[in-house]
């Protein structure tokens, strides 16, 4: 019998996937068995739709241009049911950005369109030592939010598409675009994925091949370290000489509550995290108040989010989420209201350093799939635009001009407010690997500095983290089903439609040491890995994968699994996240 408590690390067990073998597709098929578009948008998120919204006003103008492209000038491919059905941030947004794409849109008008919910104009930040105290602090830099616009990415992202369509966009939805066509060295496209295959990969009675969509432009909006930019990045040597990329995990919910939260609420913890170096945990959460100008209602955005650097395999976003709302600093918010919506995803947190080459001979990469979050401030959604309009100018160039170089990009997007805002941060963040207290001070240099303080910090892997079963899970609370939840309730609200026959999409190593069992068991929260009763306490366990249950919040990813694409319409539908 043997334990590795606080010895073995997920990179011991790497997912069974070789990413360039099997996602990247070497040529094209024949012409006559293709779509063939102008430009090919994977990911109709933020930054997906920003890309086409801007490049369909910029060929508006130039109908030559727009003619060359054929008869599907830009096309988007989204495997969600609709566009807006996987996303989920906070999400407070700098407005800038969107105001630049939509320029005749007011800000009244992003209400009653029904995707942003009031400006802010009073904000307050909590230290939460204990389960029922809090202290109220003074706003550190980061968390200044006056002025910003609270929204929903999911309904923006509804919005973007309406836009996109109307200006003359294909949007593929529920369809996944599975490999990355590369002829010649170069991105020519990319391959939408099967539908109505088994269990076993066997063709069922609907099945329907994918197709090759053949592009003369290929943008990887994916969002977090996506499929395809994972498979992009190994093929074109993207991450040589970055930093490694690392990941937090946010678990949300909205509320519909008696009385309007009259500020924007950001709590720092540590409670109920632990503040011990040990425990390796990083985290906190939000409330923002969310006016619905359509139905009058006042809901409240919450969330958690952890970094996925931490060491004790029994920490869990969505159990921190339940407790965190029994503080009284959040039952007097919550208390009375009613929990409309639930959702759960991963974001890249490495920023600056971690990007990855951002353009690739015929793609580029934009938004999250690029890494563009600052996870100082929590703020990505405008980044997401700004690059998806950057990488539309910069295709845009390129075709007018004949030319299929895209390399600019990399350039354009660091001296853009994405590059900026970013460099300022760059070396902010990675000082809370090495715990809150000292890791703190040597962050809080960092952003009074503004980036002035020269040097390059490095990132520690999140999977490279050795693993223990600790306590952290002693102090969560037993959902009672009517304010506090369990997973699998949880994740029944978001409309989750994977099919129960459906091919497998998630990849882990099914026999495991207990100590990465339980790392995943409790990570995921949708309640995706089980551990069979009857596995021994110590040593290897078999791992149970639920995977229909996913909802493709891509943690595994971080500790030492892989989330690939399902079939095209499978997961969550989210409204409002
Ligand atoms: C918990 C949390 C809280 C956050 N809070 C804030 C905040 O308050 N403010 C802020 O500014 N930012 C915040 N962020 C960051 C922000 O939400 C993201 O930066 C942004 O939403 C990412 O947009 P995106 O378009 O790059 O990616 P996504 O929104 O993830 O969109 C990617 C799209 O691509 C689709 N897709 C992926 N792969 C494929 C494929 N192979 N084939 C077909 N479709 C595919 C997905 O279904 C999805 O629709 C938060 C993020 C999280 C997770
Ligand atoms: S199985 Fe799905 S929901 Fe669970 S952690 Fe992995 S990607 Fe997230």
């Not at 794409?101 to 904000?123: C, I, N, P, S, Y």
């Not at 994972?230 to 690392?246: K, N, S, W, Y």
């Not at 029994?314 to 929990?339: C, M, N, Y």
């Not at 190593?509 to 409790?522: D, G, L, N, S, Y």
């Amino acid at each position: 019998m043997s334990t590795h408590n606080g010895k073995v690390a997920p990179d011991a067990f790497p997912p069974p996937v070789d990413s360039q073998k099997e996602f990247i597709k070497r040529g094209l098929d024949d012409e006559d068995e293709l779509i063939e578009v102008g430009v090919a948008i994977v990911g109709g998120g933020t930054a997906g739709l920003a890309c086409a919204n801007r490049l369909l006003a910029l060929l508006g103008d130039d109908p030559e241009t727009m003619e060359r492209l054929g008869e599907v000038p830009v096309a988007v491919v989204e495997k969600a049911k609709t566009c807006g059905g996987h996303n989920l941030s906070g999400a407070v947004m700098r407005p800038g950005p969107l105001q630049e794409l939509f320029a005749d849109l007011t800000r009244e008008q992003w209400r009653e369109e029904g995707f942003a919910f009031g400006e802010v104009t009073k904000e307050a930040v909590y230290l939460t030592p204990t389960s029922k105290l809090s202290v109220r602090i003074p706003t550190p830099p980061p968390f200044k939010n006056h002025g910003n616009e609270v929204v929903s990415v999911s309904a923006l992202a509804r919005y973007q598409q309406r836009q996109a369509e109307e200006a003359g966009a294909y949007i593929l939805t529920e369809t996944s675009a599975t490999q990355l066509v590369v002829e010649d060295g170069r991105v020519v496209g990319v391959r939408s994925g099967d539908k109505g295959r088994g269990k076993d990969g066997e063709p069922l009675g609907n099945f329907e091949p994918g197709t090759d969509i053949k592009a003369r432009a290929t943008v990887l909006a994916e969002g977090c370290w996506g499929h395809l930019t994972g498979a992009a990045i190994r093929e074109f040597d993207l991450a040589r000489d970055r930093e490694p990329q690392v990941w937090e995990l946010g678990v949300k919910e909205v509320w519909k509550v008696p009385q309007p939260l009259d500020r924007l609420i950001h709590t720092m913890g540590p409670w109920p995290l632990k503040i011990s170096s040990k425990y390796g945990q990083i985290g906190g959460t939000w409330i923002y108040p969310m006016k619905d100008e359509k139905t009058g209602d006042d809901l409240v955005s919450i969330g958690f989010v952890v970094e996925l650097e931490y060491a004790d395999a029994t920490t869990s976003a969505h159990d921190l989420l339940q407790t965190f709302k029994t503080h009284p600093l959040v039952r007097k918010i919550l208390q009375g209201g009613e929990r409309i919506a639930w959702g759960a995803k991963a974001l890249p947190g490495g920023g600056y350093w971690s990007m990855p080459k951002l353009s690739m001979p015929g793609a580029l990469l934009v938004g999250d799939s690029g890494g563009m979050v600052d996870t100082m401030a929590l703020k990505g959604v405008h980044h997401c635009i700004k690059s998806g309009m950057i990488a539309a100018e910069t295709i845009y160039a390129a075709l007018k001009h004949g030319s299929s170089d895209l390399s600019e990009y990399e350039q354009a997007i660091d001296d853009s407010s994405v590059g900026r805002e970013l460099w300022e941060v760059r070396n902010a963040r990675q000082p809370l690997q090495k715990g809150l207290l000292i890791g703190g001070a040597l962050s809080g240099l960092q952003q009074i500095s503004k980036g002035k303080l020269p040097g390059r910090a490095d990132w520690h892997r999140n999977d490279a983290k050795p693993m223990f079963i600790g306590n952290t899970k002693d102090a969560y609370v037993k959902p009672d089903g009517k304010y506090t939840f369990d997973k699998l309730s949880s994740v029944f609200i978001t409309g989750n439609a994977t099919r129960d026959d459906a091919p497998n999409h998630i990849r882990v190593q099914k026999h495991v040491p207990r100590e990465i069992a339980e790392t995943w068991r409790w990570m995921c929260p949708a309640g995706v890995y089980e551990i069979p009763e009857d596995a021994p306490e110590h040593g290897d366990v078999d791992v149970i994968v639920n995977y229909t249950n996913c909802v493709q919040c891509g943690a595994i990813t971080a500790k030492g699994g892989r989330l690939t694409t399902p079939e095209g319409g499978d997961g969550p539908l989210y409204q409002i996240l």
